[in-house]
């Protein structure tokens, strides 16, 4: 198999074809610590793509209750089991190195485990390119299985009275994940295809399967370990997200020529998302692009991170780690990224308060912004080190540098008059 670079491992790694990257790649932030689990961005997403015969259990974007939940049900659990039965045969571990830690490189170290691609190689050499498995029809029948179910609890039967919990971490604790595909740089999905019917657009990164090639032998469900491209019974083929690609080439007539967000990622009342394309060399690394908001919150700030890094495919969905959250568990799911993140994001930067207003305000891509000074609003002391709050104004520009938004850190209050049209 030849070699390509995966800077999130820290390493070249194995991938059963040679690297090919595109111009721009379709790339997404979410903070976990603001979503409320309404479902909005599931629904968006459901009620655009996924409302036809057949597709009533498919639920492209979805959001689920960790350490518990999942859709398909222990989708994590079932691939971290696999792995390390692998590694333990092998009698390896999937461990990180974190010393030479290397800014663009290898950002969070190196991973000296196997990815899903070379554990296959070793357990089923000349059957399959990713380690998986398929799920069965119970497993993706129940999307929000085990929904607001905590770990940690310690009361017994009839006593309601748990030690109080505080920040960094909580003794009894779950949170929400938000999934959809990830557009992977190395998509384990098209790996697997012997019909050779999904692609990677060169303009965008999005990956999309071709309905009309595609002859539903669903080796790309087995081989997505983020269990993110499904089986249509009706139509006899899979699916998958497909990044509301039409948005994202300006078709949408709410903006005509303009690239818009996805439907899940506009739909966010919890303002947790922003997503946007992020520009690659033809080496498959990101080009510098200082004032992207996604290239700064992933490869600045750092405060975002990808989800199981470990698996190997370079996902394109960045996520903002829960602060009260066991930092084990955390660090399996995001890697060893997740204490720098957190540490940011906690008392985050003059320029990180700034950026983060963005999420959510536009339906327009951001492609950069600019931060305008402004006064010091509040001071306080987080963590033994003093912190201080600015009321910047942050601007965001579109694709032709037009200026689609423009905001401040503090949010603009609004004082009606005493007396109003609907004043009693
Ligand atoms: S719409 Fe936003 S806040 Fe609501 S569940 Fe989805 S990601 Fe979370
Ligand atoms: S998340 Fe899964 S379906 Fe999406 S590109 Fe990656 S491997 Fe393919
Ligand atoms: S990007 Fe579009 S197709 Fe993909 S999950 Fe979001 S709404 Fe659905």
Redesign the pocket.
Same mark, same amino acid.
């Given at each position: 198999m030849p070699n390509v670079y995966n800077w999130q491992i820290g390493r070249e790694m194995s991938y059963p074809f040679e690297g090919a990257y595109p111009e721009r790649q379709w790339a997404f932030v979410?903070n976990i610590n603001r *979503? &409320? =689990? *309404? /479902?909005? *961005?599931?629904f968006a997403c459901k009620s655009t793509w996924t409302f036809s015969k057949g597709q009533e259990y498919m639920w492209w974007n979805n959001?689920e209750t960790k350490p518990y939940g999942g859709y398909p049900k222990f989708w994590d659990a079932k691939i971290l089991k696999l792995m390390d039965d692998a590694h333990r045969k092998a009698g390896r571990s999937m461990e990180w190195k974190t010393a030479g830690k290397d800014g663009d490189e290898r950002p969070y170290g190196t991973y000296e485990g196997m990815t899903i691609f070379e554990a296959a190689a070793q357990e089923t050499p000349q059957q399959e390119v990713a380690l998986g498995y398929e799920p069965s029809d119970d497993e993706w029948s129940a999307p929000n299985f085990y929904e607001d179910t905590a770990a940690g609890a310690t009361s017994s039967r009839g006593d309601t009275t748990l030690e109080p919990t505080q920040l960094p971490e909580h003794k009894t604790w779950f949170f929400?994940l /938000?999934r959809l595909c990830n557009h992977c740089a190395y998509p384990a999905c098209l790996a697997a295809c012997p019909r050779q019917a999904i692609y990677k657009r060169p303009e965008d990164g999005i990956v999309l399967i071709d309905q009309a090639r595609c002859r539903g032998y669903r080796k790309c469900v087995a081989a997505c370990p983020y269990k993110k491209s499904m089986y249509r019974s009706t139509t006899r083929v899979s699916e998958k997200c497909v990044g509301c690609y039409p948005r994202i080439e300006g078709k949408d007539p709410l903006f005509p020529g303009q690239p818009l967000e996805a439907r899940c990622m506009t =739909? *966010?009342?919890?303002k &947790?998302?922003i997503q946007g394309l992020v520009r690659k060399t033809a080496d498959g690394k990101w080009a510098e692009d200082r004032f992207n908001p996604i290239y700064y919150l992933v490869k600045v700030a750092k405060v975002a991170l990808p989800l199981y890094p470990q698996f190997g495919l370079e996902p394109n969905g960045y996520y903002i780690p829960p602060r009260w959250a066991p930092r084990p568990y955390l660090r399996q799911m995001f890697g060893p990224g997740v204490d720098d993140a957190l540490e940011a994001y906690a008392a985050p930067e003059r320029e990180l308060l700034a950026v983060m207003q963005l999420f959510r305000t536009t339906q327009q891509i951001i492609f950069g912004y600019e931060v305008l000074e402004g006064p010091k609003v509040f001071e306080a002391t987080i963590a033994g080190r003093k912190w201080e709050m600015f009321d910047d104004t942050v601007i965001g520009y579109g694709k032709d540098d037009q200026e689609v938004v423009r905001v401040k850190v503090e949010e603009t209050m609004h004082f009606l008059p005493d007396k109003h049209p609907n004043s009693i």
């Open positions: 979410f *979503c &409320i =689990a *309404c /479902q909005t *961005c599931s959001v929400y /938000q =739909a *966010c009342p919890g &947790i998302r």
